[in-house]
């Protein structure tokens, strides 16, 4: 999101989603996690129309890892799309949801026997195979119930994303997926193909996250295309479903230049024309997980100005009342991010800061070079689209309590994930005695 996008009121406060800023600040609290549910929606819609452009056959799952909670499957439910999950705590959140159980797919490069059992006893849609170990789980625990279900192969296509090195998986040194170029793909799909209890409808594979180019997407379909027309001509077997993955990148800073949804799917769907035709393939249906570029713009964190450390001649630490246990993203991978002050939108900037947390570790910073207007103690900064791994990997760490995570739209605000308590942060634990 660019700041221009941002919008403020006569006060000069940031408001979202028709709320102000610090009427949420004073309401619930900081740190608060704001979700603007309007851009969710929107964003969600640009996928679609751009799909519906396209011609193509299409599913949009969304990646509930960058942020998965009883409301966000709510309104993944609400606009129609399927969803990924990763475990056996997202399955039961978007069970709790409600979610359908049909539209989820279950990925995850170790998935238990247990959770395992929990996909195929709900009657999880697909179940994304990641390894032989879970080809032979799964076989058991189909057999065993005298059930089946559908799977997709995840491929590890050999295609580096031009991204940091802990967001690139499509590349052959990956913990994920069946290595195409060395035949391990094609041995798993002969032993998949061979267990009655498993309907192969499609390949999975996904290249990287944060990606700003449609390059290494259009490689993937290259390398798709051509192991269908390989494995139709050796095994008879073609896959119905190509899944692409997810990785459409966002702009954190002034200096990301993300593409469109349709930037994206306008080419790849003109490759996989192309190449459907050359190798008399039928044009396969495309799915896609998008999990940042679905949540992240839409999200704010918003912190309380506290202490500050002016060092003569060098520089300026601002400290907030968050920090690492809320965002660890730029702790992990030196994720950049914007931010405003959002109780004095219309002032002009007057100095440079490090942002930094509350934590105890040097590396809790959340933005290194910060411009700002003159501030004090009690302003309120809002750091920008933290919607996307932000709250899904927050962390209790120095016993601080989670933050809540509220819902704006239309003018209303909702708390969606309250506070935690101290009360909860000691609810696991037993006296020694
Ligand atoms: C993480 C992940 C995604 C989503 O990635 P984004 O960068 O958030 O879009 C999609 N598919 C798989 C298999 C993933 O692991």
Redesign the pocket.
């Known amino acids: 999101m660019s700041k221009q996008r941002l919008q403020a009121n006569e006060q000069g406060h940031l408001v979202l989603g028709g709320v102000d800023a610090t009427r949420l600040a004073q309401e619930y609290g900081t740190p608060l996690v704001v979700y603007d549910v309007a851009a969710i929606r929107r964003q969600i819609q640009e996928f679609r129309a751009a799909f519906t452009r396209s011609g193509l056959r299409y599913q949009i799952?969304y990646?509930s890892?960058?942020f998965a909670t009883v409301a966000m499957y709510q309104v993944i439910d609400e606009e129609g799309l399927h969803a990924?999950v990763?475990s056996g705590g997202e399955l039961y959140t978007a069970l709790q949801a409600g979610f359908p159980v049909r539209d989820l797919s279950f990925?995850g490069n170790n998935k238990s026997l247990a959770e395992l059992e929990m996909a195929v006893e709900n009657h999880v849609g697909v179940i994304?195979l990641d390894n032989f170990h879970e080809i032979e789980l799964l076989k058991r625990v189909l057999v065993d119930r005298n059930a089946s279900c559908d799977v997709m192969l995840?491929v590890t296509p050999g295609i580096t994303a031009h991204t940091h090195r802990y967001?690139q998986?499509g590349q052959v040194d990956s913990k994920?997926g069946f290595d195409v170029d060395s035949g391990q793909a094609t041995r798993a799909l002969q032993k998949v193909l061979a267990i009655p209890q498993m309907n192969v409808i499609g390949l999975?594979a996904?290249i990287?996250?944060?990606?700003f180019d449609v390059t290494g997407f259009d490689l993937l379909v290259k390398k798709l295309m051509t192991i269908s027309a390989q494995w139709r001509d050796r095994l008879g077997f073609t896959p119905r479903i190509l899944n692409l993955?997810?990785?459409?990148?966002i702009a954190y800073t002034a200096t990301d230049d993300p593409l469109t949804p349709a930037d994206f799917i306008q080419p790849i769907a003109a490759r996989l024309r192309q190449l459907a035709d050359r190798y008399q393939l039928p044009l396969p249906e495309v799915w896609i997980?998008?999990?940042?570029?679905?949540v992240?713009p839409a999200g704010y964190n918003l912190y309380t100005v506290g202490s500050r450390k002016d060092i003569p001649d060098l520089t300026t630490y601002l400290s907030v009342d968050g920090g690492m246990g809320d965002n660890i993203r730029p702790a992990l991978y030196q994720a950049k991010y914007a931010a405003v002050l959002a109780n004095k939108m219309n002032e002009p900037t007057h100095e440079t800061v490090h942002l930094t947390g509350k934590y105890c570790e040097s590396g809790d910073i959340l933005i290194d070079q910060l411009a700002l207007s003159r501030n004090e103690p009690g302003d309120l900064i809002a750091v920008l689209d933290t919607g996307?791994?932000g709250y899904s990997m927050a962390s209790n760490y120095n016993r601080n309590p989670r933050p809540a995570v509220v819902f704006v739209e239309d003018g209303q605000a909702k708390v969606v994930v309250r506070r935690e308590t101290y009360a909860d942060l000691v609810r696991l634990d037993v006296r020694y005695e």
């Open positions: 799952s990646a890892k960058a990924d990763v990925h994304v995840r967001t998986t994920f999975h996904h990287g996250s944060q990606i993955g997810g990785g459409f990148g997980e998008p999990g940042r570029a679905i992240g996307a791994y």
